[in-house]
């Protein structure tokens, strides 16, 4: 029990739990979207969030990967700020329980998804019964991190933006 | 023939999805605590500063935006299968630790250690208060371990109980900090 300190990394520099501060930032952000958390994991800089859109009919699951790319120490903070890769993934799934259906749907939609995946940024993709659509962007943590109203704000209109895109890219293939 | 058939095998699709789902809301109901946690944190002020997960284990740190406080939870999920759920019902072990800044942390964590070589700590036993320091940053913590019910938590499958949290996480952090400040005057 006297070890938990030692189950957490020595975040003893402010710069250094930046991504951590986002996290907690988008999970309180998305809470109030409707989107309570459903999957977490979390170890070096590599941070991923699975969301539940409770009331969505279309998409099963939202997730965000925050992976860190600079900003650990001082000078890399000074000269390139604190960048970091967002990924998002809508994920849609069908429970479909008629096999002629299921034929259907890989005559045409899953063939029309091979043919032409990307949709410009976005990435389309389908693993048995999910289809999820993929999207990457590079953010300055700093822009986001803040609990001031503007960068809250900023951070509401990203993460309810970029669900909404990716939503629009996938509602088509919800059964 | 065919078709009864097909609606046979439906039916008994629809029914795995249904006991499927009772297993993944098991499997989720300490994520979602994590999730609720850190959004009921954040609310009262705080940063995530620091989260460690694997998936079963979960550890949150955060420090108030102002004030500087910290507080720590780790939570591990007791009840992982259906089984275990309806017989025990959802519940989890859950340390917490609230932890200010000290000026001579060092001095004050020598005085207090000696508990620590206690034989009577570290038994697992819920509510004992115990002090802990990490001497990098010059925070000293208390820490009680706690064995809770997740139901109370939860007013349906996605929905949280927020005030009910938050009382909970301030009763608990109320507790912790008197202790600290009556051991750190002592």
Same mark, same amino acid.
């Given at each position: ?175 | ?23 993944? +809301? @098991? ?35 955060? *420090? ?18 259906? @089984? ?6 959802? +519940? ?37 208060? @115990? ?11 208390? *820490? ?12 349906? *499958?996605? @929905? ?20 600290? +400040? ?5």
């Amino acid at each position: 029990m006297l070890s938990m300190i030692n189950k957490f990394k020595n975040n003893a520099e402010a710069r250094e739990s930046k991504d951590e501060a986002l996290i907690g930032e988008m999970v309180f952000t998305m809470a109030h979207l409707g989107c309570p958390v459903i999957g977490i994991k979390s170890g070096g800089d590599l941070q991923y969030v699975r969301f539940k859109p409770v009331k969505d009919p279309v998409l099963y699951s939202f997730t965000i990967v925050l992976d860190r790319k600079t900003g650990d120490g001082a000078l890399q903070q000074a000269v390139l700020g604190s960048k970091a890769t967002l990924t998002f993934v809508a994920e849609v799934k069908n429970h479909i329980a008629d096999p002629d259906d299921l034929v259907a749907m890989f005559r045409t939609d899953m063939a029309n998804m091979l043919r032409s995946p990307w949709f410009g940024d976005i990435k389309l993709d389908h693993q048995l019964n999910s289809i999820t659509a993929t999207k990457k962007q590079l953010i300055d943590i700093d822009d986001y991190a803040d609990a001031d109203g503007a960068d809250r704000e900023r951070l509401r209109q990203l993460l309810q933006g970029t669900m909404q895109e990716l939503r629009e890219k996938v509602a088509a293939y919800k059964k | 023939m065919s078709e009864h058939l097909d609606q046979v095998f439906g039916q008994l699709v629809n029914r795995s999805w249904q006991r499927f789902s009772e297993q993944l +809301h @098991t499997r989720e109901i300490d994520d979602l605590l994590v999730g609720a946690v850190i959004t009921a944190a954040v609310a009262q002020g705080n940063a995530l500063i620091d989260l460690n997960s694997d998936g079963n284990h979960h550890y949150l740190r955060f *420090q108030h935006r102002e004030r500087k406080h910290r507080l720590m939870f780790q939570l591990t999920h007791l009840a992982g299968s259906v @089984t275990a759920a309806r017989t025990l019902g959802q +519940h989890a072990s859950v340390t917490m630790a609230y932890g200010e800044y000290v000026q001579d942390a060092r001095t004050v964590w020598q005085a207090l250690k000696s508990e620590v070589k206690s034989g009577f700590l570290d038994v697992g036993e819920p509510g004992v208060l @115990t002090v802990d320091a990490d001497l990098g940053t010059g925070y000293v913590y208390v *820490q009680v371990p706690l064995l809770l019910d997740l139901e109370p938590y939860f007013a349906d *499958q996605y @929905t949280v109980k927020y005030p009910v949290l938050q009382e909970h996480i301030a009763a608990v952090a109320q507790a912790c900090a008197k202790y600290l +400040h009556g051991r750190i005057a002592a």
